[in-house]
């Protein structure tokens, strides 16, 4: 008889007696835990896959003793740059022994977290609830945004007409200068 069991966010394969080593459980050494998160139960052939978990299936552990793995070399390098660098890890661990494999076994019903859309439509009552009713705004002076309107448009109207008059000037002042240069020319002749 075979499981498998989510044990510390990882799945594992046991069996009754069996030693793991599994992430640090949060019990204390010589303890027993329960996994209720098997996923697959093979029972002498009889094999039941849960939904996402067997319903009624139990694993039973004991905590053998906490501990820290093997070291793993953490080796970075950048070659021809003059760059390493070199780190060690241990991770800590908890050693288990599987004591027994259990079916049908009533578990405690865990409440249900509410769905999303209940919760949002909780909130929403609850807040309702809660605001008094809002009596509608007094009507504010619409004079003063106006204002600030025509000062900002002031400006711009201002920038507009001013353009306008330049350019104009611009344009008389060329073609008097064409006009000036052919008379020079033609003064300059008679003169030769």
Same mark, same amino acid.
């Given at each position: 008889?075979?499981a498998?069991?989510?044990i510390?966010g990882?799945?594992?394969?046991v069996?009754?007696?069996?030693e793991?080593?599994?992430?640090?459980?949060?019990?204390?050494?010589?303890s027993?835990v329960?996994?209720?998160?098997?996923?697959?139960?093979?029972?002498?052939?009889?094999?039941?896959?849960?939904?996402?978990?067997?319903?009624?299936?139990?694993v039973k552990?004991?905590?053998v003793e906490?501990?820290?793995?093997d070291?793993v070399?953490?080796?970075?390098k950048?070659?021809?740059?003059?760059?390493?660098?070199?780190?060690?890890?241990?991770?800590?661990?908890?050693?288990?022994?599987?004591?027994?494999?259990?079916?049908?076994?009533?578990?405690?019903?865990?409440?249900?977290?509410p769905?999303?859309?209940?919760v949002?439509?909780?909130a #929403? $009552?609850?807040? !309702? +609830?809660? &605001?008094?009713? @809002?009596?509608?705004?007094?009507?504010?002076? *619409?004079? /003063?945004? %106006? =204002?600030k309107?025509?000062?900002?448009?002031a400006?711009?109207?201002?920038v507009? #007409? $001013?353009?306008p !008059? +330049?350019? &104009?000037?611009? @344009?008389?002042e060329?073609?008097?200068?064409? *006009?000036? /240069?052919p %008379? =020079?020319?033609?003064?300059?002749?008679?003169?030769?």
């Amino acid at each position: 008889m075979y499981a498998i069991v989510e044990i510390a966010g990882q799945q594992f394969k046991v069996e009754k007696e069996q030693e793991i080593f599994v992430h640090r459980l949060q019990e204390e050494a010589g303890s027993v835990v329960e996994f209720d998160g098997v996923m697959l139960l093979d029972n002498e052939g009889k094999v039941s896959v849960g939904t996402p978990t067997v319903n009624g299936a139990l694993v039973k552990a004991k905590i053998v003793e906490h501990m820290k793995a093997d070291k793993v070399i953490v080796f970075h390098k950048k070659r021809r740059k003059g760059y390493q660098k070199q780190n060690g890890h241990r991770q800590f661990m908890s050693k288990i022994l599987i004591e027994d494999i259990l079916t049908d076994v009533k578990v405690a019903a865990k409440k249900a977290a509410p769905k999303k859309e209940e919760v949002k439509t909780e909130a #929403k $009552a609850e807040v !309702k +609830a809660k &605001a008094p009713a @809002k009596p509608k705004a007094a009507a504010k002076p *619409k004079e /003063a945004p %106006k =204002a600030k309107a025509e000062t900002k448009e002031a400006p711009v109207k201002e920038v507009k #007409k $001013a353009a306008p !008059k +330049a350019e &104009a000037k611009a @344009k008389e002042e060329k073609p008097a200068a064409k *006009k000036a /240069a052919p %008379k =020079a020319k033609e003064e300059k002749k008679d003169d030769q």
